[in-house]
């Protein structure tokens, strides 16, 4: 039985967005689904078509050639039209071929996938490891689907929904991602310069209510973590493997248990990692003596989900900080040499033309150096926002689009010229732009 797992492009055709910026990472989620299938037996591979910048045409004939017998293809809700094209290509290839989809959006958009995409065979539904060890095994054994938990499917026209699967609670029972099954080979993701990074995941699950985001729907409320000598026992397994000095923890609330921080940081200093790293946090879960910890253990880049520098707006979605909580931790991380990366989202609930002004104000106070980060809303299905998206929104014009465009290169025109001097954006000229 052979499986193939699939990383779909972001983006496809030949005219790219304003702004678009193609910047590949290792498909951690797919590499632990792979290693999952390759620990029970199956031969397994993972193709990243968005590194590879690989057309539906080429894997058309990829999968003629080759003829795998499951193909598995995860996406974002941002890129899952490209999904569906994978599966057609699939099927274009080799119509016997199995489709199964995962990952958020088709988390919560399974029943709409199953009934409009044909190609699509499966869908499985939150966490991918056991359930799609579990289907492989039954689709070669040629077993009843309807005992899997966890998965999506027709069956003589109708649409089937097994019970939920219970969430990973140990994580440490799964193995370790199977970086060696990935296309094109790990050491293009690594690089080979001086730094050589890799991501790690330590937790799961978020006891936060956001209501623009898919996280806590999809992982759940209940903060799982990995046993943290476990942790820093793959720290030195990817150090001695692939010569990783540069890890990318990419849990969502790193530190929401800041003991476990502590020890974590202890244990890489006894260790002598010598590792730089980063992670993702919230605002309100540091304090200056931990971030003094975690700058002496290695600590160089902090990326923090601020979203909006209007209270108003912070308090509608849920966000549970305050706009100066946000702006004293980026100040005092930057203070003791830590790069920020500060996201925020733009049409959310509440938005106005002050709220706007306020988070270009944000990078003149607190000058992060890392990235500015303005993303236009994307409403998620899974979110309270998708659900309850008329309420949010009604009553309210919309923001004009323009004012969110203007918006977004304010920001980063600030950024760029706080971090780097740059004047000459200012004085850049737009193209002319002929409509055909």
């Known amino acids: 039985m052979k499986v193939l797992l699939i990383h779909p492009p972001y983006w496809t055709g030949e005219r790219k967005p304003l702004g678009y910026v193609s910047h590949s990472t290792i498909p951690l989620g797919l590499c632990y689904i792979g290693a999952m299938l390759e620990a029970n037996g199956f031969e397994t591979s993972i193709l990243d078509m968005h590194k590879l910048e690989m057309t539906m045409e080429d894997l058309e004939k990829r999968i003629t050639k080759t003829k795998p017998d499951v193909v598995g293809i995860t996406s974002m809700t941002c890129n899952f ?6 599966a057609k290509a699939v099927k274009l290839g080799n ?3 199995v489709v199964v989809v995962g990952g958020v959006h088709a988390t919560f958009m399974h029943r709409e996938i199953v009934r409009d995409v044909p190609e699509i065979d499966f869908v499985v539904r939150y966490e991918g490891e056991f359930t799609m060890s579990e289907l492989v095994y039954a689709i070669d054994r040629g077993l009843d689907l309807s005992n899997i938990k966890g998965i999506t499917f027709r069956r003589d026209g109708n649409t089937v929904s097994t019970s939920l699967r219970e969430r990973i609670d140990d994580l440490d029972s799964l193995p370790y991602p199977a970086f060696h099954l990935l296309e094109p080979p790990v050491e293009e993701y690594i690089g080979s310069g001086e730094e050589r990074g890799v991501p790690v995941i330590t937790t799961r699950g978020c006891p936060f209510e956001c209501i ?3 996280t806590a729907a999809f992982h759940g409320h209940k903060y799982r973590i990995r046993e943290t ?3 820093v026992d793959e720290l030195e397994y990817l150090k ?3 010569k990783a000095n540069n890890i990318s923890f990419v849990d969502d609330n790193f530190t929401m248990q800041k003991e476990r921080v502590y020890e974590l940081c202890r244990q890489m200093k006894e260790r002598n990692l010598s590792m730089k790293w980063g992670c993702s946090t919230r605002v309100d879960l540091l304090t200056e003596d931990l971030l003094k910890t975690m700058k002496e253990a290695g600590c160089d880049d902090i990326f923090f989900g601020i979203e909006s520098a209007s209270q108003e707006v912070l308090d509608i979605i849920k966000k549970r900080f305050t706009v100066q909580q946000a702006k004293d931790m980026v100040i005092a991380a930057e203070k003791i040499g830590i790069r920020t990366h500060c996201s925020f989202i733009i049409g959310l609930p509440g938005e106005s033309a002050e709220s706007l002004n306020s988070m270009i104000k944000f990078f003149d106070e607190t000058k ?4 500015a980060l303005p993303n236009i809303l994307e409403i998620l299905p899974g979110t309270e926002l998708y659900e309850k998206r008329e309420e949010y929104f009604s009553g309210k014009p919309p923001i004009p689009f ?4 203007t918006t977004q290169l304010d920001m980063l025109l600030k950024f760029y010229k706080i971090n780097f001097g740059i004047e000459e954006l200012f004085r850049v000229t737009p193209p002319n732009i002929v409509i055909e």
Do not use: H, L
Request: with cysteine; glycine share 4%; aromatic share 8%.
């Open 368 to 371: 992060p150096s890392g990235r």
């Open 212 to 214: 623009f985001c898919s």
């Open 95 to 97: 119509p016997d071929t």
């Open 240 to 242: 001695d493997k692939y």
């Open 81 to 86: 039209p490209n999904a569906v094209k994978v």
């Open 402 to 405: 323009a004012d969110i465009t």
């Open 229 to 231: 000598a476990k942790v």
